[in-house]
């Protein structure tokens, strides 16, 4: 069976309802909903791939990375090998990434370089969290190589297209921008600001993450936010919760602009999907939240037929999550010849897709494949939850026959569509079909 024949038979089974309108030569199809996917790009579930089983559909993994591994010598960056360690683990495989650099994080081995250390940078131990060394941040020669070493990875990964998203990480306890309740051991807000100046000027194309909205980072306008105590900490009525504190820096509608995501509060993943899953649902519309990782639900074993059904919800209600609700296609179009196409539909998420992946139309053929496709003005990021709309002039296919109009939304890492839309329609090599339409010769 050809695809073409397999797109026929699904769209002849009910999956659209469609009305021609005989005046116009249109065709009007209303696509029937249904659940949305729950791994599409940049949402859902951020996990560890090194947590044991995964045990709930993924877009993205959470990848820690010590500075001394990263940089193991002065100036000489190891992030190939660290990538072919880390981006090559199968649980990774066809993810999205996003990354942390720490230099320390408590209970775990030290992540000092040891070349910073010779350079005369100090590190005082503290016994908080399991313990650990803290270095002396605002050292000469600790801001010096801070500041390099966020330089080199903007040009690693500002314009890598696997990367997710960038988490400040570098200063404090994890890499979370604080000492608490240590807070002699932080770092100065002049080392503070110079961190964030070699970051925006590093990374002017990747959405960046800083830990809390209040304080420095909550002044630049392109920072988007983690909140890793998610839904406890997210807006408890305290001054130090994550609302609050974004609430306070009046950065409280960044989502619209600027990712929004972080971890839930381990491990007490059954309690949140259980007898707390109304409040966790209330918070993540509440601080629109887009993904959370590295723990949470997707990691938690012996799920019950409940947890899964609220786990799929959570996912569904995170970040974007797209429905077409109308399509307006022509009947027939002469070879060459510019027709109208219309297409409504909604965000039905809490918050928008965050980068330009372009939005493309195509006419499919026999085998599925694009014959021609136009990429269309439309700026995705610009759609909030609420409806949106599609209009183009499409050119048909110079040759004669029965094509599919599909859509698709692509991905620059594969070069391919990505992201799918929560209805029930044919997927075809990506491409989500939208109706059929008869292209005639020139001529006829």
């Known amino acids: 069976m050809t ?25 009007i199809l209303l ?22 089983k995964i045990n709930r559909p993924y877009s993205m993994v959470f990848l820690y990375i010590p500075w001394n591994k990263l940089e193991p010598k002065e100036g000489r960056y190891a992030f190939a090998e660290w990538e ?47 313990g650990g060394l803290s270095p002396d941040y605002d050292h000469p020669a600790m801001v010096a190589a801070l500041e390099r070493l966020v330089t080199a990875m903007g040009k690693r990964y500002d314009k890598h297209p696997r990367v997710a998203f960038v988490q400040l990480g570098l200063l404090g306890f994890w890499g979370e921008w604080h000492t608490y ?41 392109r920072m988007g936010f983690h909140d890793d ?8 009525g305290k001054s130090w919760s994550f609302l609050e504190r974004l609430r306070r820096a009046k950065r409280i509608d960044s989502w619209k602009t600027t990712i929004i995501g972080g971890e839930m509060t381990p491990p007490h993943a059954n309690k949140w999907l259980g007898a707390k899953w109304d409040f966790t ?29 609220r786990s799929d919800e959570l996912v569904r209600t995170l970040g974007y999550q797209f429905r077409l609700t109308e399509i307006r296609l022509p009947v027939a179009a002469r070879a060459g010849e510019s027709r109208p196409v219309t297409i409504r539909g909604v965000n039905e998420g809490v918050a928008p897709f965050y980068y330009p992946w372009l939005v493309k139309l195509a006419w499919l053929d026999a085998r599925g494949a694009a014959a021609a ?5 439309d700026d995705l990021r610009k759609w909030l939850p609420g409806p949106f709309a599609l209009e183009a002039d499409l050119d048909a296919p110079v040759e004669k026959g029965i094509y599919r109009l ?9 070069g391919k569509p990505a992201i799918r839309f929560a209805n029930d329609l044919p997927v075809a090599m990506g491409w989500t079909a939208l109706g059929e339409v008869k292209v005639v010769a020139g001529t006829e």
């Not at 695809?3 to 065709?27: D, H, N, T, Y």
């Open 84 to 130: 072919k360690e880390a981006w090559s683990h199968p649980a990774a495989a066809g993810k999205h990434v996003v990354l942390r650099v720490y230099a320390d994080y408590p209970k775990k081995p030290p992540a000092m370089p040891e070349w910073l250390l010779k350079k005369g940078v100090t590190q005082k131990p503290y016994e908080d969290y399991g």
């Open 181 to 221: 309740p240590r807070n002699e051991l932080f770092a100065s807000e002049k080392t503070r600001r110079r961190v964030l100046e070699a970051y925006r000027k590093a990374f002017p194309n990747k959405q960046l993450m800083a830990r809390y909205g209040d304080g420095l980072p909550g002044q630049y306008p």
């Open 281 to 309: 649902m209330e918070m993540a519309k509440r601080s629109h939240f887009s993904w959370v990782g590295p723990y949470g639900p997707a990691l938690q074993g012996k799920a019950s037929e409940q947890f899964i059904k």
């Open 3 to 27: 695809i073409l024949r397999m797109l026929c038979l699904l769209f002849s089974s009910g999956a659209l309802f469609a009305q021609q309108v005989p005046e116009s030569k249109e065709v």
């Open 31 to 52: 696509p029937k909903a249904a659940p949305g996917p729950l791994d599409n790009p940049l949402k859902g579930y951020c996990v560890y791939t090194d947590a044991g």
């Open 406 to 414: 599909a859509l698709g939304i692509e991905d620059p890492w594969s």
């Open 373 to 377: 496709s136009t990429t269309l003005q």
């Open 229 to 236: 105590m998610f839904p406890e900490d997210t807006d408890n």
